[in-house]
């Protein structure tokens, strides 16, 4: 896409109550049921928990990772997020993420094409020249039977949902090491450790980013931690609705899950505490207890 954007009365209530006797102390009036409630102001930017870091999210031009990337901004980061075919919604959400008071970066990136990520990440550096924080959500979904399945889906499904992160997350490594702490998570899924048949090659791949959340952690470790959130059933992600109406009648819950819950989770590993690393937080309503 080209050039990104720039980076783009109170009602009538009752009267106050009267000032307690120490006249010259400020007084709020009681809140009596009649005057609208105000909500509290919000804080200033650089007291939000993210504030004065830069995040990167793959995939994060729509459905869950635009959530992300929105969810980051209005924690205080600067977002980048990468996208592949959706220009427009790119261009969408770079201006929600500014609408945050966040500077935003767009920028193309096929996560399977080392020179691309290569790129992306030498206009990161020349743009803000740091990166704290690193979500690898871009993925694909698809269905096959196990006997049908073609090899050529197989490997693309390897491909940009293992072999992807990990290409990444290795381009990350000389900004993330500056953070102290850097913090990588990774996108997995419910089907990384739920055998569904129809998904043989999905599954597979994300139980692999499962168990490299774990070596990654390791390998890392103290200077940048490793966590992965695993979405159930996420409303409006991919699926065909009558898969999401069966799988929300045997899910504790009674419902899917909606991005900006998944996008919560994320915040939680982006910007809580420093002694987490090598876990995985399942976002499913309890499906897997069904």
């Not at 009681?30 to 995939?59: E, F």
């Not at 000389?174 to 990384?192: F, M, N, V």
């Not at 200077?223 to 069966?246: F, L, S, T």
Request: proline share 8%; glycine share 10%; with cysteine.
């Amino acid at each position: 896409m080209g050039k990104s954007a720039s980076s783009l009365g109170r009602a009538n209530g009752p009267a106050p109550v009267a000032p307690p006797p120490n006249a010259g102390a400020r007084h709020t009036p009681l809140y009596d049921g009649n005057m609208p409630a105000r909500a509290p102001a919000a804080p200033p930017r650089a007291a939000l928990p993210l504030a004065g870091k830069t995040a990167l999210v793959t995939g994060g031009a729509q459905r869950i990772g635009r959530a992300i990337a929105l969810e980051l901004a209005a924690a205080g980061a600067d977002v980048a997020f990468t996208w592949l075919t959706s220009q427009a919604a790119a261009a969408r959400t770079l201006r929600e993420i500014e609408q945050r008071g966040a500077r935003g970066l767009a920028l193309r990136m096929d996560v399977t094409r080392l020179a691309q990520i290569r790129r992306v990440f030498a206009r990161l550096t020349r743009a803000w020249g740091r990166l704290d924080v690193l979500v690898n959500n871009a993925g694909i979904y698809e269905a096959s039977g196990f006997a049908q399945l073609p090899l050529a889906d197989w490997r693309r499904m390897l491909e940009v949902n293992l072999t992807g992160p990990f290409l990444v997350s290795q381009a990350a490594l000389p900004l993330l090491q500056r953070a102290r702490p850097g913090r990588i998570i990774h996108l997995t899924s419910l089907g990384a450790t739920q055998a569904f048949p129809h998904h043989a090659h999905y599954c597979a791949a994300k139980a692999g980013l499962d168990h490299l959340t774990r070596v990654m952690a390791k390998a890392l470790a103290p200077g940048i931690q490793v966590n992965a959130v695993a979405p159930g059933m996420i409303a409006g992600d991919r699926a065909p609705a009558a898969w999401e109406r069966k799988l929300a009648r045997t899910t504790p819950m009674r419902r899917p899950g909606h991005a900006a819950e998944v996008a919560r989770a994320v915040l939680f590993f982006a910007a809580g505490p420093e002694f987490i690393t090598g876990q995985s937080l399942l976002v499913d309503g309890g499906l897997i207890l069904a």
